[in-house]
């Protein structure tokens, strides 16, 4: 049945008596997530799970401008608000093995109280130690154990000299060693020319008891050594002592605070350890003359001191980051550089956190388009997820590229949620072609584009701008007219008059400019006209194309006919999708039929320009022309189909019914009205099929129509069961309540084709004969004398 579709039918309002406020500013901003209850669902579920290997991460899916990050944000800084803060992260420098830093988890808060208690103690150890080694004390001990020392070198070397006057000798002790001498039977030493002067017997004699001596001498020296050697030794353990003495209560303090950390007491073990093995070198350090040119003084501490990585004091819940630039540094972190005098050095202090490491314990948010652009990242993160550690390591060691030798710190213990973010069809990618991926990340949360148009979502729509206005103080009050017509925009976005849209950055967009507006015309509230206001600008901006596309149609660039009849000739109605805008047009259609046997002939598919679903939809066509017309006897004919002026591809099914009426039209000779635009796909049965972008179709007719003269005739015909999806424009439904446009709702074919040629399609009878009168008559007529022509010409 034809129906006329009323003002009613056209557009659905918001009631703005719903609003029971002045304005706005009294209501409490919207603070949850609404429209999103299937997302929210599997979210609690995908975050609430634990299972080993870190399988249920989440990958939100989702088109843009949902507003899923900020959603997923503030969804998790609820749900993370009661949950325990995770430890802080340290490193320290490992004494075993110094390349490999040794990780400290601790509470929250106790990272940095270690940290501020290591510098207490260095500035303490940096004081005190010159202090105490260069105390009377020590100096007296240390004077004591040489005057011992002293003594009992010098009584070795009376035992040589004691052991040499007996074999006939003195001693004689020299800055470059000791000097053996000879001596006389009177104990005088011998001359040179003394010595030389003695018979051969005697200075063999000599020399050979000088022999004994020199092994005398050398049994003294190692001696002597032992003794410098103790002496050495023991004056380096009087120094280890006094530093023991300085620093174990220290250190034995730092023990009682921290005795329920294991890996904690080893470090400072550690420390007691190394500090009393070089107290040489750190007084050495101490006490270096300065250099004539002032140049940075490295740390003599440094190995002793704490790289607080994460500090979580004062944090409230388990942590939640958000990582808009997924680089691995930005991911697992790095060990910076530094360098000196051309040299490049780095420690354990220079580590640097990534997210992971602040997301420990907690939440990280990435965006999957952004981290899939880093390669090296993906692969890292899938690493870190399926071993449970964080590895700082440098990209071209992970890419296994040859590097110089530097730090390998201790992987830390990851325990983490990963939330990605990213549209659909990524997702599917991903699943299909990263075998890691189906493993890690088990829940999916899928954001809708659209809600059920309640009083609630309503109510909540009002509340949202009331939450934006708290976030943008340039953003005025809404009267309740004016949150009616930001519910309706929102209803225009969803193309349906039971769905709002939940493109929330849209809406956004659409409340900041009629604020600005409101405020550019002197208004302390935003009312319905200007969110109007807004919205035509919106469009006005964007409508190049289309007003360009309307112009060429006005001055017969584009031959559209909108008045009058033309027999094979129907407008149809094709959309231009630019991505952020979207506007309807006529497209004319055309068929011609002369007499062979060639069928009907799809120009655009010949020409190449057809997509797969319009031939679809031609080959249907052809079927239910089949079904009426060769009831008995097999069509012969010749057809073809264009649409006029396309060049550039064509896809969809939508201008079904317009090539079935133009090649109705041409069969029966009868001509269609121009002024009525039709959309809408066919089954093989006739019915009418709902169309996509209906809404712009309707418009974009209307404009043009409005543009050459509106004549009371012209209109769109649509498929009834796209009636619901009407949120037409107010002009729009301002001109069909004054009667100068007109919608129509058709469910079949043979509606469509009575209503543009103002006679009945006709319905067969049992031999498949339609009646006189009717348009399908007329087509049977054409189509057997077609085949009678055809005929005769094979027979001659």
Not at 384 to 408: C, H, N
Not at 417 to 433: M, S
Request: with cysteine.
């Amino acid at each position: 049945m034809i129906e006329a579709l009323i003002p009613e039918k056209l557009r659905r309002r918001c009631d703005q008596r719903l609003f029971t406020f002045a304005s706005t500013a009294e209501l409490e901003p919207l603070s949850g997530i609404i429209g999103q209850e299937r997302a929210l669902e599997a979210l609690r579920v995908g975050l609430s799970l634990r299972a080993p290997k870190h399988r249920y991460n989440v990958y939100v899916a989702g088109e843009p401008g949902l507003g899923k990050t900020s959603a997923v944000a503030q969804f998790l800084e609820e749900l993370s608000r009661n949950q325990p803060v995770p430890s802080d992260i340290c490193y320290v420098y490992n004494f075993a093995v110094p390349h490999m830093p040794r990780y400290l988890l601790l509470p929250p808060g106790r990272g940095r109280d270690l940290k501020e208690d290591m510098d207490r103690f260095l500035d303490f150890l940096d004081r005190e130690l010159p202090r105490v080694m260069e105390s009377e004390e020590v100096k007296a001990r240390v004077r004591r154990e040489r005057e011992a020392f002293e003594a009992r070198r010098e009584a070795v070397f009376r035992d040589l000299e004691g052991k040499a006057r007996a074999l006939g000798f003195a001693i004689q002790r020299t800055p470059f060693g000791l000097n053996t001498i000879p001596l006389k039977p009177d104990g005088s030493p011998y001359s040179h020319e003394e010595f030389q002067v003695l018979a051969e017997e005697e200075r063999a004699e000599i020399l050979k008891r000088q022999e004994e001596i020199q092994d005398l001498v050398r049994e003294t020296f190692r001696r002597l050594g032992e003794l410098e050697e103790s002496w050495q030794e023991h004056q380096k353990r009087l120094g280890q002592e006094a530093v023991r003495f300085l620093i174990a209560p220290r250190i034995a303090q730092l023990r009682a605070k921290y005795a329920e950390f294991p890996r904690v007491l080893e470090f400072l073990q550690a420390v007691e350890t190394d500090v009393v093995s070089n107290v040489e070198a750190l007084l050495a350090g101490k006490n270096k003359p300065p250099l004539p040119i002032p140049l940075p003084e490295p740390d003599r501490y440094l190995r002793y001191r704490v790289n607080l990585l994460v500090d979580r004091s004062g944090a409230q819940g388990a942590p939640v980051v958000v990582e808009e630039n997924a680089t691995y540094i930005n991911l697992f972190g790095t060990i910076e550089r530094r360098v000196q005098f051309g040299v490049v050095t780095t420690d354990f202090t220079q580590i640097r956190p990534g997210a992971l490491h602040r997301a420990n314990g907690g939440y990280l948010v990435l965006s999957a388009l952004n981290l899939l652009r880093f390669p090296l990242s993906w692969d890292a993160l899938k690493i870190a997820l399926k071993s449970g550690e964080i590895r700082v390591e440098d990209p071209a060691q992970m890419l296994g590229y040859a590097s110089t030798e530097g730090l390998r710190p201790e992987p830390v213990p990851l325990q983490i949620k990963v939330i990605l973010i990213g549209p659909l069809w990524l997702y599917y990618l991903l699943y299909f072609y990263d075998e890691d991926f189906r493993k890690l990340f088990t829940i999916r949360a899928d954001f809708d584009m659209e809600m059920p148009w309640t009083e609630e979502a309503a109510w909540a729509i009002a509340r949202f701008i009331r939450a934006r206005s708290l976030e943008n103080p340039e953003i005025l009050p809404f009267t309740p007219e004016g949150v009616a017509r930001v519910v309706e925009y929102a209803a225009e976005l969803a193309g349906d008059q039971r769905k709002l849209s939940t493109r929330f950055a849209a809406l956004t967009a659409l409340i900041e400019e009629a604020s600005f507006w409101a405020r550019s015309l002197g208004a302390s509230t935003v009312e319905a006209a200007h969110v109007r206001l807004a919205i035509e600008k919106g469009k006005s901006r964007q409508s190049l194309l289309a007003e360009r596309v309307r112009e060429w149609i006005r001055r017969g660039k584009i031959l559209v006919q909108l008045h009058g009849t033309a027999v094979g000739q129907v407008n149809g109605l094709a959309v231009v999708d630019l991505g952020d805008f979207a506007f309807g047009r006529p497209q004319r259609v055309t068929a011609n039929v002369f007499a062979g046997k060639s069928g009907v002939v799809d120009i655009e598919r010949e020409a190449e320009l057809g997509g797969k679903i319009h031939t679809k939809g031609v080959m249907i066509l052809k079927s239910y022309f089949g079904e009426k017309f060769a009831f008995k006897n097999p069509l012969t004919l010749s057809a073809s189909l264009a649409m006029e002026q396309a060049y550039s591809g064509i896809e969809g099914d939508s201008a079904s019914v317009a090539e079935l009426c133009a090649l109705l039209s041409a069969l029966s000779g009868v001509p269609f009205k121009q002024g009525i635009a039709v959309t809408g796909a066919i089954d093989q049965k006739g019915n009418l099929q709902p169309v996509g972008g209906i809404n712009e179709k309707i418009y974009g007719h209307f404009l043009v129509c409005k543009e050459l003269g509106l004549t009371g005739e012209q209109g769109v015909v649509i498929p009834r069961r796209n009636a619901d999806e009407l949120m037409l424009p107010e002009e729009v439904v301002e001109a069909v309540t004054q009667g100068r446009f007109h919608v129509w709702a058709c469910d079949s074919v043979e509606e469509v084709v009575e209503l543009l040629s103002g006679m009945p399609a006709g319905t067969p009878n049992e031999n498949g004969e339609y009646p006189e009168g009717s348009l399908f008559h007329l087509v049977q007529k054409r189509l057997e004398e077609i085949k009678k022509s055809v005929e005769e010409s094979e027979e001659d």
